[in-house]
């Protein structure tokens, strides 16, 4: 199956150069799910490249018969944070012009509806196909507004630009993934949210974590808010539902590193949770296992209680108990004494999760994260 392939502007620079998109459209013989898979929102986070450059390789080989719906990939999806560097390093997390991070800036329909109440009064009695629809599009009128602004004489700071093509490319998505890394080095793991356990566990990562508290303005959490709120109205009204509506954010490997097993990982596990949703069909899956699940909300993220150097750090991945040594700080003080060093231990049991790459730390910088 070929795929189709749509180039989309995105912004002209002060050279005269320009920067585009690329999207590659598999489009089954039968309609069907929409899934939207992007990677590289942040700049050093590069890992997600490879994962969609082996699921589109993997595509060619499949049967337009055997792809029920849509798959969109969109590989490099911030051109302006990928390029970004300094001296050897690619930083790219934050627009350097605006200082915003680049996942925190997403459009959330739920924060323009003060109304949602009423809505959901008007769909209690439709069925779910078509509550589904009259959402959609409610959320696609008030989400075209931003076109006003976007077109205006005084237009708008190019964050807003940038995010508009980013959600017009995936606001009817049924299956949205955001393919991240670490920035420091992480573990592989998928963020997931409420009521998703059951099709977290198709990714056949170790890890899951439950995004319990956001603000909406992540690329995934922007996506799914409004559809989880509309959920919680009919909930109180008594209307139980589930949306068939997910999203996901998948982080594998190290920032600035393409790391192979990290990649095998990311493309076994969204192919298995492509044909357990059954958008791939005729093809063979692998029983969800086992996960460790946690809250997003139980992360302890240990700052450096003293300028130095980190030495004796636990391993990437540990299982720490309470009072457990946890790494040491090599000090290196200016009082005319000699260097010391301090040992740091857990406050709580945990599972190492994150750590940073740098081992030459300042005072109150971040050196591991723990989920309980």
Not at 127 to 139: E, F, S
Not at 222 to 250: H, S, Y
Not at 338 to 363: F, R
């Amino acid at each position: 199956m070929q795929p189709q392939i749509e180039t989309r502007f995105l912004r002209q620079m002060a050279s005269g150069d320009r920067l585009f998109l690329q999207i590659y459209k598999f489009i089954g013989a039968k309609a069907g799910k929409k899934v939207y898979i992007q990677s590289n929102l942040h700049g050093a986070e590069i890992s997600g490249n490879a994962v969609i450059h082996q699921l589109i390789e993997f595509l060619l080989s499949v049967n337009e018969h055997d792809l029920i719906g849509e798959i969109w990939l969109v590989p490099v999806c911030n051109p302006m944070g990928t390029n970004e560097r300094a001296q050897h390093f690619s930083p790219g997390r934050h627009c350097a012009y605006e200082y915003k991070d680049w996942n925190r800036i997403f459009w959330d329909y739920e924060k323009h509806n003060n109304d949602l109440i009423t809505f959901a009064k008007s769909q209690i009695h439709e069925d779910l196909a078509t509550i589904r629809q009259n959402y959609l599009n409610v959320i696609k009128k008030y989400f075209a507004q931003n076109l006003e602004a976007i077109n205006s004489p005084y237009s708008v700071p190019y964050t807003e630009l940038f995010r508009y093509q980013l959600q017009s490319l995936s606001l009817d998505a049924d299956y949205l993934i955001d393919l991240h890394s670490s920035t420091n080095q992480g573990l592989d793991y998928v963020y997931y949210f409420r009521d998703r356990e059951s099709s977290a566990k198709y990714f056949l990562l170790d890890l899951g974590i439950l995004l319990d508290k956001y603000d909406g303005d992540a690329f995934d959490e922007a996506f799914i808010k409004p559809w989880l709120a509309l959920e919680d109205c009919l909930r109180q009204l008594g209307r139980e539902i589930k949306f068939d509506v997910e999203a996901w954010t998948l982080e594998l490997g190290a920032g600035m590193q393409i790391n192979p097993d990290s990649v095998k990982k990311g493309v076994e596990g969204i192919k298995n949770y492509l044909i357990q949703k059954n958008v791939l069909q005729n093809l063979s899956c692998t029983s969800s296992q086992e996960m460790y699940f946690a809250k997003s909300s139980n992360r302890q993220k240990y700052h450096a209680i003293a300028g130095g150097m980190i030495q004796a750090r636990v391993p990437l991945g540990t299982t720490i108990k309470a009072g457990e040594r946890l790494y040491q700080i090599l000090s290196f003080n200016k009082e005319s004494q000699l260097p010391s060093v301090i040992d740091v231990g857990a406050d709580e049991d945990g599972l190492v999760y994150d750590i940073s790459t740098n081992q030459a730390v300042n005072q109150g910088e971040f050196v591991m994260g723990i989920i309980n």
